[in-house]
């Protein structure tokens, strides 16, 4: 995007202390619990100089967030901050309200995770602007406004003046974030800390906010910290990256240099679980195992060295401490932190070499209690061999146009019936036998709806569901019954998926004495699938709230397996879980998927992941499927807009190739599916339909809605003038 | 808004009316009138039973009862609570229910309102404090006060502070707390002046009675509701803007954690008007609550009913009230 | 998927490090109840109201009844230690039977009323749509009736000798509804819940679902709701009591003997304290232990969310 000035800037790298605008020095973060201090943040020290943009990466609970917000001195009153941090060569840590009033909004801002409970409900938009600016500026309200309205405008809101005087529940995600940008950007701060700023958004709606976050550095010229798990979005936008882990920064410098050449295990076997658009798809995921350490049982020495692969006596013993590291990764005992010097906390970075993260993490596929690779399954070469060819032609289950419209009932006693939502609005589809087939899109496309009409979990408007020639839409759910033990289920969220008060052999039990079966052997039973999805079979006995989120997953998956069914709905199976936690759940299922011989229907709105493991690809926009094709010609040769636009809007975790890759960006945000657009559903938003067609040719997209018309060999799109355009 | 407020007040017409059904099947059904007269030594003459029987319209039919009662039409014209009539009493024949309501209202009235302001002020002085001082001493005894006096019987309270009113005018030596009555007799004929001192007297220890138990519940609704904004996003926002503390709390935090309690008050309506009737027994004002004790005393059927539905309709009246202030107080409710 | 509040990560963090030790829920509950002084302390002192109650009766000599051997209007001494009634009761021997009756009438009234307010809640949760909104309506009628009032007016008309189990039942019949509205939210949300959904698509019919998911899982604010209902019913009837529509003469409440004693609170304090100071206790000790219950089975806790 637009870092490319910002970073060549950063190649001198001579360290000059009037530019440093943010200097963190030795600050560490302790909350006071019922279990004892508990340490989030420890020893963290960076330097963020004028204009710069710094990410921090890491995952759930690695203390990223912490940083940033006992920076900002928001912490809760049971945190105890220690060290410091120089704004401007002002401390800042320590200070008391009324000072360090004067700083936030005017030298620091922040911008936060969850754009729809970061405004305040009561208010309007414009209010909340201008109040920023007032807070810091000794203006006149009706100048406040003003500047409000000039900021909108900045941040690229549509029709400012209007949206001016809007609540915010009245805006869109997308959009509330960038009015959360444009209070950041109210007093032109020198610093702005973005936490996660794109996590809870669209990837289309991603690109514009990551697009505002831009135009504001742009504007005001303030240097970024911008924390987030998400290393594609770190690759493209940021100048130096520090990776955190337990509490540490555990490895820092110039992006390049990080994800090129990783000085830390932890940094390389991040970038080795990433599934990724532009590897090589047949590539196994090589997963981290175990899972991050708890803040009351750290370990003794290096937090990472339980998951280490190369760990040895000294990094059980003692903690390495960040330093600098030359060319050939051998340690530099220089502490100083150089911009533009890489350093790592590992003792053995020299080590490293060159290895891949293959190399590192799986050399012989180890197998450990918690492990993330499932043994028994037909050894180390299994998720090697291409899928598609083992795929059978013999379609298992059809869905022929399907439609579900969602009532919209008034809220009084008779509860009448005021309008539609038409979640799925006339889909086909075919899941052939032992094959993988996603279904993409964004939030509120109707995917996941679809995914319960198959199971006959609601009711579909109309059209028709056959499971290998009977007809499950026909069927009383007396009938339905039977034909569940085929047809399984596993959950996004593996902490609502559980039922917290049963065991997990309960759990995973549970459909087998629905179906009255295996009452002796039930015990065993599941026992062998706990062991068959990678975990300790002693472990039946546990309740759920014991496991970590991967591990919990895997017992979704268990659970779903124990009546050994041949279909599995999974609905969005690890966007809920950590990179590296999630790439072992992915090969985990590429594994169950070889030895059981199971069709999989893989909802979800991740393309690295869908890239990843399926064979063929349906892409949904507003209940309607607008591209459909095996995975190689949907990624490799995209022909709906929509496609193109979802495809470029995924950030790589390549630093080089994502500063310089083509984009198409689409505007706007999804309409309601209460009020679709007539014709086309994406014209409203479609990039071709604004920039390239004629008025005569529009009138087509208004008026004539596309069918999915087939391009060849099964790919089919659904565009009156769709055309071919490679991205990868 | 208009549409919300229109609403909001047909959808209370069915609960008005469902109360109404609830009240006259249950005292019908729970009380004989006549149960007085029935047991009287010597046994009155069956005649004059015969008479109060056709007079209180004990000879119709339940339902028959119900339809005079609301409409009044095929009644003696002393009946139809559309028409603003209450229905014969079994107190006398000329005790005229509404004249009497409309006579002691008044005395209740003041009463009420005043707990209500007190209660609802302390409430969320407290609530506000206790939260911002959460975990710290003053937070423990706020808390633990809130504890006792929900613990704590309304009238054994009222019992209490009587005492204490009776003793604190014997250390003085004054007459300052009035201990027995309303004050409404003694008001007459005194300046404005005179008139507030003897409210003052009259009413301060039965406001702090019954502001009690409102007080408590209140307070700890307001703490929570308050802690919950404390530690939301968009506090955190606005001071992250560079606000200080005081702005955070007064305009941010404190503007949308009142929202919720307009309803937990209008809930409490129910509550105070329990309040009331030991209250006024306690202190022996010639309240509602005495005219609601005297009618049970009584037997008195319609008595009851109206006085019910009264309080119904003020419950009912209060959480309307209610729900069109959070439409104005919160804009996602205004534009649903 | 990451988080951004700093004490949310501290709290999964911490209980995910749990590790090793196996527990099981109803262990985790007790100890965090344990863990709550407040609450431990209200359980022993309630044990021993309770016996005082229940089992003082056959120890004391004095019953609650008027004897002609008790010297009327007398102050706290060694044969008496609370002192006696005008008409000649011994005080301490009515207390245990007031509390008795008290605490007779809110036990009752709290089952009574969680069974059908659950039912109730229950059935409208779990079916939604207009037979919740129906049922709900009626809940709001019962929400709106002040409670002591309606409860007096109907045991005062019911003439000849109220008995505690028609207390009990009268008050009952209408303080339900707190607890159908509970249990309604309850059920409704677990209702979408996805491990609810997991069951259905492995085939669970409506019954399973209930007895195996949704009772246990309600079950918590369930028997929180109860507890507190408890010191409702205590408060009610103690009303009742006062206004003289409660339990009648010969048989004694805690709540009439604080009305007998209204006037005499300053000449004969023996007579208006004890039983006051009582109630509150009781009341207090229930409202603590809720409290305790609530910490010890709050679902956000033990469901532990991201």
């Not at chain 1, 013993?317 to 906390?345: I, K, N, Q």
């Not at chain 1, 990624?635 to 979802?646: I, K, N, R, S």
């Not at chain 1, 309601?672 to 009138?699: Q, V």
């Not at chain 2, 502001?211 to 001071?239: C, H, I, K, P």
């Given at each position: 995007?637009?870092?490319?000035?910002?970073?060549?800037?950063?190649?001198?790298?001579?360290?000059?202390?009037?530019?440093?605008?943010?200097?963190?020095?030795?600050?560490?973060?302790?909350?006071?619990?019922?279990?004892?201090?508990?340490?989030?943040?420890?020893?963290?020290?960076?330097?963020?100089?004028?204009?710069?943009?710094?990410?921090?990466?890491?995952?759930?609970?690695?203390?990223?967030?912490?940083?940033?917000?006992?920076?900002?001195?928001?912490?809760?009153?049971?945190?105890?901050?220690?060290?410091?941090?120089?704004?401007?060569?002002?401390?800042?840590?320590?200070?008391?309200?009324?000072?360090?009033?004067?700083?936030?909004?005017?030298?620091?801002?922040?911008?936060?995770?969850?754009?729809?409970?970061?405004?305040?409900?009561?208010?309007?938009?414009?209010?909340?602007?201008?109040?920023?600016?007032?807070?810091?500026?000794?203006?006149?309200?009706?100048?406040?406004?003003?500047?409000?309205?000039?900021?909108?405008?900045?941040?690229?809101?549509?029709?400012?003046?209007?949206?001016?005087?809007?609540?915010?529940?009245?805006?869109?995600?997308?959009?509330?974030?960038?009015?959360?940008?444009?209070?950041?950007?109210?007093?032109?701060?020198?610093?702005?800390?973005?936490?996660?700023?794109?996590?809870?958004?669209?990837?289309?709606?991603?690109?514009?906010?990551?697009?505002?976050?831009?135009?504001?550095?742009?504007?005001?010229?303030?240097?970024?910290?911008?924390?987030?798990?998400?290393?594609?979005?770190?690759?493209?936008?940021?100048?130096?990256?520090?990776?955190?882990?337990?509490?540490?920064?555990?490895?820092?410098?110039?992006?390049?240099?990080?994800?090129?050449?990783?000085?830390?295990?932890?940094?390389?076997?991040?970038?080795?679980?990433?599934?990724?658009?532009?590897?090589?798809?047949?590539?196994?995921?090589?997963?981290?195992?175990?899972?991050?350490?708890?803040?009351?049982?750290?370990?003794?020495?290096?937090?990472?060295?339980?998951?280490?692969?190369?760990?040895?006596?000294?990094?059980?013993?003692?903690?390495?401490?960040?330093?600098?590291?030359?060319?050939?990764?051998?340690?530099?005992?220089?502490?100083?932190?150089?911009?533009?010097?890489?350093?790592?906390?590992?003792?053995?970075?020299?080590?490293?070499?060159?290895?891949?993260?293959?190399?590192?993490?799986?050399?012989?596929?180890?197998?450990?209690?918690?492990?993330?690779?499932?043994?028994?399954?037909?050894?180390?070469?299994?998720?090697?061999?291409?899928?598609?060819?083992?795929?059978?032609?013999?379609?298992?289950?059809?869905?022929?146009?399907?439609?579900?419209?969602?009532?919209?009932?008034?809220?009084?006693?008779?509860?009448?019936?005021?309008?539609?939502?038409?979640?799925?609005?006339?889909?086909?589809?075919?899941?052939?036998?032992?094959?993988?087939?996603?279904?993409?899109?964004?939030?509120?496309?109707?995917?996941?709806?679809?995914?319960?009409?198959?199971l006959q979990l609601?009711?579909?408007?109309?059209?028709?569901?056959?499971y290998?020639?009977?007809?499950l839409?026909?069927l009383?759910p007396r009938q339905m019954r039977p034909l569940r033990r085929d047809l399984q289920l596993?959950?996004?969220?593996?902490?609502?998926?559980?039922?917290?008060?049963?065991?997990?052999?309960?759990?995973?039990?549970?459909p087998?004495?629905i179906h009255?079966?295996?009452?002796?052997?039930?015990?065993?039973?599941?026992?062998?699938?706990?062991?068959?999805?990678?975990?300790?079979?002693?472990?039946?006995?546990?309740?759920?709230?014991?496991?970590?989120?991967?591990?919990?997953?895997?017992?979704?998956?268990?659970?779903a397996?124990?009546l050994?069914p041949?279909v599995?709905?999974?609905?969005?199976?690890?966007?809920?879980?950590?990179?590296?936690?999630?790439?072992?759940?992915?090969?985990?299922?590429?594994?169950?998927?070889?030895?059981?011989?199971?069709?999989?229907?893989?909802?979800?709105?991740?393309?690295?992941?869908?890239?990843?493991?399926?064979?063929?690809?349906?892409?949904?926009?507003?209940?309607?499927?607008?591209?459909?094709?095996?995975?190689?010609?949907?990624?490799?040769?995209?022909?709906?807009?929509?496609?193109?636009?979802?495809?470029?809007?995924?950030?790589?975790?390549?630093?080089?190739?994502?500063?310089?890759?083509?984009?198409?960006?689409?505007?706007?945000?999804?309409?309601?599916?209460?009020?679709?657009?007539?014709?086309?559903?994406?014209?409203?938003?479609?990039?071709?339909?604004?920039?390239?067609?004629?008025?005569?040719?529009?009138?087509?997209?208004?008026?004539?809605?596309?069918?999915?018309?087939?391009?060849?060999?099964?790919?089919?799109?659904?565009?009156?003038?769709?055309?071919?355009?490679?991205?990868? | 808004?208009?549409?919300?407020?229109?609403?909001?007040?047909?959808?209370?017409?069915?609960?008005?009316?469902?109360?109404?059904?609830?009240?006259?099947?249950?005292?019908?059904?729970?009380?004989?009138?006549?149960?007085?007269?029935?047991?009287?030594?010597?046994?009155?003459?069956?005649?004059?039973?015969?008479?109060?029987?056709?007079?209180?319209?004990?000879?119709?039919?339940?339902?028959?009862?119900?339809?005079?009662?609301?409409?009044?039409?095929?009644?003696?014209?002393?009946?139809?609570?559309?028409?603003?009539?209450?229905?014969?009493?079994?107190?006398?024949?000329?005790?005229?229910?509404?004249?009497?309501?409309?006579?002691?209202?008044?005395?209740?009235?003041?009463?009420?309102?005043?707990?209500?302001?007190?209660?609802?002020?302390?409430?969320?002085?407290?609530?506000?404090?206790?939260?911002?001082?959460?975990?710290?001493?003053?937070?423990?005894?706020?808390?633990?006060?809130?504890?006792?006096?929900?613990?704590?019987?309304?009238?054994?309270?009222?019992?209490?502070?009587?005492?204490?009113?009776?003793?604190?005018?014997?250390?003085?030596?004054?007459?300052?707390?009035?201990?027995?009555?309303?004050?409404?007799?003694?008001?007459?004929?005194?300046?404005?002046?005179?008139?507030?001192?003897?409210?003052?007297?009259?009413?301060?220890?039965?406001?702090?009675?019954?502001?009690?138990?409102?007080?408590?519940?209140?307070?700890?609704?307001?703490?929570?509701?308050?802690?919950?904004?404390?530690?939301?996003?968009?506090?955190?926002?606005?001071?992250?803007?560079?606000?200080?503390?005081?702005?955070?709390?007064?305009?941010?935090?404190?503007?949308?954690?009142?929202?919720?309690?307009?309803?937990?008050?209008?809930?409490?309506?129910?509550?105070?008007?329990?309040?009331?009737?030991?209250?006024?027994?306690?202190?022996?004002?010639?309240?509602?609550?005495?005219?609601?004790?005297?009618?049970?005393?009584?037997?008195?059927?319609?008595?009851?009913?109206?006085?019910?539905?009264?309080?119904?309709?003020?419950?009912?009246?209060?959480?309307?009230?209610?729900?069109?202030?959070?439409?104005?107080?919160?804009?996602?409710?205004?534009?649903? | 998927?990451?988080?951004?509040?700093?004490?949310?990560?501290?709290?999964?963090?911490?209980?995910?490090?749990?590790?090793?030790?196996?527990?099981?829920?109803?262990?985790?509950?007790?100890?965090?109840?344990?863990?709550?002084?407040?609450?431990?302390?209200?359980?022993?002192?309630?044990?021993?109201?309770?016996?005082?109650?229940?089992?003082?009766?056959?120890?004391?000599?004095?019953?609650?009844?008027?004897?002609?051997?008790?010297?009327?209007?007398?102050?706290?001494?060694?044969?008496?230690?609370?002192?006696?009634?005008?008409?000649?009761?011994?005080?301490?021997?009515?207390?245990?039977?007031?509390?008795?009756?008290?605490?007779?009438?809110?036990?009752?009234?709290?089952?009574?009323?969680?069974?059908?307010?659950?039912?109730?809640?229950?059935?409208?949760?779990?079916?939604?749509?207009?037979?919740?909104?129906?049922?709900?309506?009626?809940?709001?009628?019962?929400?709106?009736?002040?409670?002591?009032?309606?409860?007096?007016?109907?045991?005062?008309?019911?003439?000849?000798?109220?008995?505690?189990?028609?207390?009990?039942?009268?008050?009952?019949?209408?303080?339900?509804?707190?607890?159908?509205?509970?249990?309604?939210?309850?059920?409704?949300?677990?209702?979408?819940?996805?491990?609810?959904?997991a069951a259905r698509a492995a085939g669970a019919?409506?019954?399973?679902?209930?007895?195996?998911?949704?009772?246990?899982?309600?079950?918590?604010?369930?028997?929180?709701?109860?507890?507190?209902?408890?010191?409702?019913?205590?408060?009610?009837?103690?009303?009742?009591?006062?206004?003289?529509?409660?339990?009648?003469?010969?048989?004694?409440?805690?709540?009439?003997?604080?009305?007998?004693?209204?006037?005499?609170?300053?000449?004969?304090?023996?007579?208006?304290?004890?039983?006051?100071?009582?109630?509150?206790?009781?009341?207090?000790?229930?409202?603590?232990?809720?409290?305790?219950?609530?910490?010890?089975?709050?679902?956000?806790?033990?469901?532990?969310?991201?």
């Amino acid at each position: 995007m637009t870092a490319t000035d910002a970073t060549n800037r950063e190649r001198e790298g001579t360290v000059d202390r009037d530019d440093v605008v943010l200097e963190v020095d030795d600050l560490s973060v302790t909350f006071e619990s019922d279990d004892g201090p508990l340490r989030a943040v420890r020893e963290v020290s960076y330097v963020l100089r004028a204009g710069e943009a710094l990410g921090i990466v890491g995952e759930s609970g690695s203390g990223k967030s912490v940083t940033s917000m006992a920076i900002m001195g928001l912490l809760p009153r049971n945190a105890r901050v220690s060290g410091s941090a120089r704004l401007l060569g002002q401390q800042i840590v320590g200070l008391t309200d009324a000072q360090i009033s004067k700083v936030r909004g005017e030298k620091i801002a922040m911008i936060f995770q969850d754009p729809l409970t970061s405004l305040n409900p009561v208010y309007t938009v414009g209010y909340q602007i201008a109040e920023a600016v007032l807070a810091h500026r000794n203006v006149s309200k009706a100048k406040a406004m003003e500047r409000a309205l000039a900021l909108l405008e900045l941040v690229g809101i549509p029709h400012p003046e209007q949206r001016l005087r809007q609540y915010p529940h009245e805006l869109s995600g997308g959009m509330r974030q960038r009015v959360v940008i444009a209070i950041a950007m109210a007093n032109e701060p020198d610093v702005i800390i973005a936490d996660e700023p794109t996590t809870a958004l669209d990837v289309t709606v991603q690109a514009q906010v990551l697009e505002a976050l831009n135009a504001a550095r742009r504007e005001t010229g303030a240097a970024l910290v911008l924390i987030t798990h998400d290393l594609g979005v770190v690759a493209g936008n940021v100048d130096r990256v520090a990776v955190m882990y337990g509490g540490r920064i555990v490895e820092s410098g110039p992006v390049e240099e990080v994800f090129y050449r990783p000085r830390m295990p932890y940094a390389l076997g991040l970038l080795g679980s990433l599934p990724r658009l532009d590897a090589d798809r047949s590539e196994r995921l090589t997963p981290i195992t175990g899972t991050p350490p708890s803040l009351n049982a750290m370990p003794a020495g290096c937090s990472f060295a339980p998951r280490c692969p190369m760990a040895r006596q000294l990094c059980h013993e003692e903690e390495p401490l960040l330093l600098g590291v030359d060319e050939h990764g051998e340690r530099v005992s220089t502490a100083v932190a150089h911009p533009a010097t890489h350093s790592a906390a590992c003792h053995f970075s020299a080590d490293l070499g060159e290895s891949s993260p293959a190399d590192l993490f799986s050399p012989g596929e180890e197998v450990s209690g918690e492990s993330d690779t499932v043994e028994s399954v037909g050894g180390g070469g299994a998720g090697e061999e291409a899928a598609p060819d083992l795929a059978g032609d013999e379609p298992i289950l059809t869905v022929t146009d399907l439609v579900k419209n969602f009532p919209i009932r008034s809220k009084g006693l008779l509860r009448r019936k005021i309008g539609e939502v038409q979640a799925v609005s006339g889909i086909s589809l075919e899941l052939r036998e032992r094959e993988t087939l996603a279904l993409v899109g964004e939030s509120g496309c109707g995917k996941s709806t679809t995914a319960r009409l198959l199971l006959q979990l609601i009711q579909r408007t109309s059209g028709e569901v056959h499971y290998q020639g009977q007809p499950l839409h026909a069927l009383t759910p007396r009938q339905m019954r039977p034909l569940r033990r085929d047809l399984q289920l596993v959950f996004q969220d593996p902490f609502a998926s559980l039922d917290p008060r049963m065991t997990v052999a309960d759990i995973i039990a549970e459909p087998l004495r629905i179906h009255r079966e295996g009452n002796g052997s039930a015990r065993r039973r599941v026992g062998e699938l706990l062991e068959l999805v990678g975990l300790d079979p002693e472990h039946g006995s546990r309740y759920p709230h014991e496991f970590s989120g991967g591990q919990r997953q895997r017992i979704g998956v268990a659970r779903a397996l124990s009546l050994n069914p041949r279909v599995l709905v999974l609905d969005e199976p690890v966007s809920a879980l950590d990179v590296s936690i999630q790439a072992g759940v992915i090969n985990l299922l590429e594994d169950l998927q070889e030895e059981l011989g199971l069709s999989y229907l893989f909802v979800s709105h991740d393309l690295s992941v869908v890239r990843h493991i399926a064979d063929r690809v349906a892409v949904m926009y507003l209940g309607r499927i607008v591209e459909t094709g095996t995975t190689d010609q949907l990624f490799g040769a995209p022909a709906h807009p929509y496609t193109q636009a979802l495809i470029s809007a995924i950030p790589l975790p390549d630093p080089v190739k994502e500063r310089t890759r083509e984009r198409i960006i689409v505007t706007g945000d999804v309409p309601s599916p209460a009020d679709p657009p007539s014709g086309c559903r994406f014209r409203t938003r479609c990039p071709k339909f604004a920039n390239e067609l004629s008025d005569e040719e529009r009138i087509r997209c208004v008026e004539e809605p596309p069918e999915l018309e087939e391009r060849g060999s099964g790919h089919r799109d659904a565009c009156h003038y769709s055309e071919v355009v490679e991205l990868i | 808004m208009l549409v919300y407020t229109v609403r909001r007040v047909l959808g209370a017409i069915p609960v008005l009316l469902l109360a109404s059904v609830l009240t006259f099947v249950l005292i019908d059904l729970s009380g004989d009138p006549l149960a007085d007269l029935r047991v009287m030594q010597p046994p009155p003459d069956p005649e004059v039973i015969q008479l109060q029987s056709e007079r209180l319209y004990l000879d119709r039919s339940m339902p028959e009862r119900y339809w005079l009662w609301m409409t009044g039409v095929g009644g003696n014209g002393d009946i139809g609570l559309l028409q603003g009539k209450f229905g014969p009493s079994t107190q006398s024949a000329t005790y005229d229910i509404g004249a009497n309501i409309a006579e002691r209202l008044g005395v209740t009235l003041r009463l009420v309102g005043a707990a209500m302001v007190f209660a609802l002020g302390l409430a969320i002085l407290t609530g506000v404090v206790s939260a911002m001082r959460q975990y710290s001493k003053l937070d423990y005894t706020l808390t633990f006060v809130g504890f006792l006096a929900l613990a704590m019987p309304t009238f054994w309270f009222a019992g209490i502070v009587q005492q204490a009113g009776v003793s604190f005018n014997e250390l003085v030596g004054t007459q300052f707390f009035a201990t027995v009555g309303d004050g409404t007799y003694q008001a007459q004929g005194l300046s404005p002046w005179g008139r507030f001192t003897n409210a003052l007297a009259y009413m301060t220890l039965p406001t702090i009675v019954l502001m009690l138990t409102s007080f408590a519940s209140w307070s700890r609704y307001q703490r929570t509701s308050m802690l919950e904004v404390l530690n939301s996003d968009y506090v955190r926002l606005a001071r992250a803007k560079g606000l200080p503390n005081r702005v955070v709390v007064r305009r941010h935090a404190l503007r949308t954690a009142l929202i919720p309690l307009t309803t937990v008050v209008a809930v409490g309506m129910a509550a105070i008007i329990d309040g009331t009737v030991l209250t006024e027994r306690v202190f022996q004002w010639r309240g509602l609550g005495e005219f609601f004790i005297q009618a049970v005393t009584a037997n008195d059927s319609f008595a009851l009913m109206a006085w019910l539905m009264l309080s119904g309709t003020t419950v009912i009246l209060a959480n309307l009230i209610a729900d069109l202030l959070y439409g104005v107080l919160d804009p996602r409710i205004r534009y649903e | 998927m990451s988080e951004n509040r700093a004490p949310d990560t501290v709290r999964k963090t911490a209980a995910d490090g749990v590790g090793g030790v196996e527990r099981t829920q109803l262990q985790m509950i007790t100890r965090r109840f344990l863990r709550h002084r407040p609450a431990m302390i209200s359980l022993a002192l309630l044990i021993v109201i309770v016996l005082f109650a229940f089992v003082g009766p056959y120890l004391w000599t004095w019953d609650h009844l008027v004897h002609r051997e008790v010297p009327p209007s007398v102050p706290p001494n060694a044969d008496h230690p609370l002192g006696t009634t005008t008409a000649g009761n011994d005080v301490l021997g009515q207390l245990m039977r007031g509390a008795q009756q008290t605490l007779k009438v809110a036990f009752t009234v709290s089952v009574l009323g969680t069974v059908v307010g659950s039912l109730w809640g229950a059935t409208a949760g779990y079916y939604g749509g207009r037979v919740d909104s129906l049922m709900m309506r009626v809940v709001d009628v019962f929400m709106i009736v002040p409670l002591l009032v309606m409860v007096a007016a109907i045991a005062g008309s019911v003439r000849g000798g109220t008995t505690w189990w028609a207390v009990a039942l009268i008050i009952a019949a209408f303080s339900w509804a707190q607890i159908a509205r509970v249990v309604r939210g309850v059920v409704l949300s677990l209702r979408e819940q996805e491990f609810v959904e997991a069951a259905r698509a492995a085939g669970a019919s409506p019954g399973w679902i209930i007895v195996r998911h949704l009772l246990p899982n309600a079950a918590g604010p369930i028997i929180v709701a109860a507890t507190l209902l408890v010191a409702v019913a205590i408060l009610l009837e103690a009303g009742m009591s006062f206004l003289s529509f409660g339990i009648q003469l010969p048989d004694i409440s805690l709540g009439q003997m604080i009305g007998d004693a209204r006037t005499a609170a300053s000449t004969r304090p023996w007579l208006f304290y004890p039983p006051g100071v009582l109630l509150v206790i009781i009341c207090l000790t229930i409202n603590f232990i809720g409290d305790g219950l609530r910490d010890a089975l709050d679902p956000r806790q033990t469901m532990e969310r991201r």
